[in-house]
């Protein structure tokens, strides 16, 4: 019983074939394409409006030359929060919750923004393993612990995405077990158990959300010190 709570988390396939494919393409399928017409309809403005406040909420502490990351950072946003989305209805699979694509999304865009900053300012880049002050004997250590803590940053974001999404799920998981065991036993310790259920999916719809906030904002963050 404790191994089928993991199942959900397996890739699913069919004929042999891995359906992950299908599931991180589908994000963009489900949104409107913005036409050439000056008088768009209510869903296709919306959308655009809150692009817009977005990528200029993003964009305010990065200087002009990190405004060409405007455009990826949306459209990574908008992938995270969908997927995620998708992932909370019943019977679909959230690629979000393999640590492999986490990473293969923190990887290359955590070391984009350091390449970028041993381009364009490699004192500044380098300047920040070595805070200002510091005593000579603890040059040493704290030249390795920076160092260390510049490579984790992006482990700490993929691990960060997929701990909090898989736990919501094998929460949801748990407590709508306890539900249908309690149901015909317990009525009413099951109905108060499915309010907890409830309350926990909507917890849980503003965690998807947040989640994919957060993972922008760092690397927006790792990407301000770099240029």
Known sequence: MAMSFFDQFASPSYLGIPLIAI???????LYPTPSARWINNRLITIQGWLINRFTNQLMIPLNIGG????????????????????GLLPYTFTPTTQLSLNMGFAVPLWLATVLIGMRNQPTVALGHLLPEGTPLPLIPVLIIIETISLFIRPLALGVRLTANLTAGHLLIQLIATAVFV???????????????????????VAVAMIQAYVFVLLLSLYLQENV
Not at 23 to 29: S, T
Not at 67 to 86: Q, V
């Open 23 to 29: 599931a991180i393409a589908l994000p963009w399928v």
């Open 67 to 86: 405004h060409k990351w405007a455009l990826l950072f949306a459209s990574l946003m908008i992938f995270l929060i969908t997927i995620n989305m998708l």
């Open 182 to 204: 309690l149901l015909p036993m317990m009525t009413t310790v099951a109905i108060l158990t499915a309010v907890v259920l409830f309350l926990l999916t909507l917890l849980e």
